[in-house]
Nanobody
Framework: QVQLVESGGGLVQAGDSLRLSCVVS????????MGWFRQASGKEREFVAT????????YYADSVKGRFTISRDNAKNTVYLQMNSLKPEDTAVYYC??????????????????WGQGAQVTVSS
């Protein structure tokens, strides 16, 4: 059974940085497309970033482009989300997700097969 476990969330001030990690177990990590999503209170889950199986193929939501960086370490079965210049509007529960097949860029939650439990990120003004 594939399991995803996020860590690294917390409370920070606007302008600070934070790095989220997501460790994947129970499957072949290097075969998965990995994504990060977030869900603010009262809102739908939204796409943040994705990284394809080939390291270097990344794609970002416009709202985080230039501030967030997604990366992966296949040796550690881990995907990261480095978040810089955080804003109060980045406050949300952040989820990592994995998709088994890799044919395109995937930005919809329904396109992912496995999900983590989420990590709270709160940015104060």
């Amino acid at each position: 059974q594939v399991q995803l476990v996020e860590s690294g969330g917390g409370l920070v001030q606007a302008g600070d940085s934070l790095r989220l990690s997501c460790v994947v177990s129970g499957g072949t990590f290097s075969n998965y497309v990995m994504g990060w999503f977030r869900q603010a209170s009262g809102k739908e889950r939204e796409f943040v970033a994705t990284i394809r199986r080939s390291v270097g193929n990344t794609y970002y939501a416009d709202s985080v482009k230039g501030r967030f960086t997604i990366s992966r370490d296949n040796a550690k079965n881990t995907v990261y989300l480095q978040m810089n210049s955080l804003k109060p509007e980045d406050t949300a529960v952040y989820y990592c997700a994995a998709r088994r097949s890799d044919y395109s860029i995937y930005s919809a939650p329904s396109e992912y097969n496995y999900w983590g439990q989420g990590a709270q990120v709160t940015v104060s003004s």
